[in-house]
T-cell receptor, first 111, second 112 residues
Framework: DAGVTQSPTHLIKTRGQQVTLRCSPKSGHDTVSWYQQALGQGPQFIFQYYEEEERQRGNFPDRFSGHQFPNYSSELNVNALLLGDSALYLC??????????FGDGTRLSIL | DAKTTQPTSMDCAEGRAANLPCNHSTISGNEYVYWYRQIHSQGPQYIIHGLKNNETNEMASLIITEDRKSSTLILPHATLRDTAVYYCIVRVARTSYDKVIFGPGTSLSVIP
């Protein structure tokens, strides 16, 4: 039973570019949440998708957007990349009130 | 902001019990206490959660005080593979309020 998978594992972009990160949830899960984790800090909640709609959002600008597909997979898009967007981006999936399961993340570096 | 406070770091001798404390003095009646850990270069891993009763699973035990203002995660026989950052989180376990707010966590080092 595959857990949460994220792609790519590493990515290098330059300032001003746009990036798309992908997440496949654990089998049977229908909710996907995205987190940003800067070096040495805990993950920060970006937003959550359920039934293909954004259900909750953290304190992140509109440059961060997402999408959920009918098969429950999800994408995180970041526009106009800034140096401060360099971080580990984590995807977590869940079903109802069960604990979230996390992927191993995408390491995004902005030059 | 995170609703929990934890020590920044702790050491534990291999084979001994690791007791990781967490304060959550503003916890609400419908909020659960969750513990996750994050080993270097991996995503957070769920360990255990509880509401008011003590809980035990194959990984750890969770002791919640009677007033629910603090809890302790116990790893009964710590191994080197338990070296990780441990996060204590309070969370309302309802489908519409699934946001998980992480603090900086406790960095546990298991020493040979």
């Amino acid at each position: 039973d595959a857990g949460v998978t994220q792609s790519p594992t590493h990515l290098i972009k330059t300032r001003g570019q746009q990036v798309t990160l992908r997440c496949s949830p654990k089998s049977g899960h229908d909710t996907v949440s995205w987190y940003q984790q800067a070096l040495g800090q805990g993950p920060q909640f970006i937003f959550q998708y359920y039934e293909e709609e954004e259900r909750q959002r953290g304190n992140f600008p509109d440059r961060f957007s997402g999408h959920q597909f009918p098969n429950y997979s999800s994408e995180l898009n970041v526009n106009a990349l800034l140096l401060g967007d360099s971080a580990l981006y984590l995807c977590a999936s869940s079903l109802d009130s069960q604990p979230q399961h996390f992927g191993d993340g995408t390491r995004l570096s902005i030059l | 902001d995170a609703k929990t406070t934890q020590p920044t770091s702790m050491d534990c001798a291999e084979g001994r019990a690791a007791n990781l404390p967490c304060n959550h003095s503003t916890i609400s009646g419908n909020e659960y206490v969750y513990w996750y850990r994050q080993i270097h270069s991996q995503g957070p891993q769920y360990i255990i959660h509880g509401l008011k009763n003590n809980e035990t699973n194959e990984m750890a035990s969770l002791i919640i005080t009677e007033d629910r203002k603090s809890s302790t995660l116990i790893l009964p026989h710590a191994t080197l593979r338990d070296t990780a950052v441990y996060y204590c989180i309070v969370r309302v376990a309802r489908t519409s309020y699934d946001k998980v707010i992480f603090g900086p966590g406790t960095s546990l080092s298991v020493i040979p």
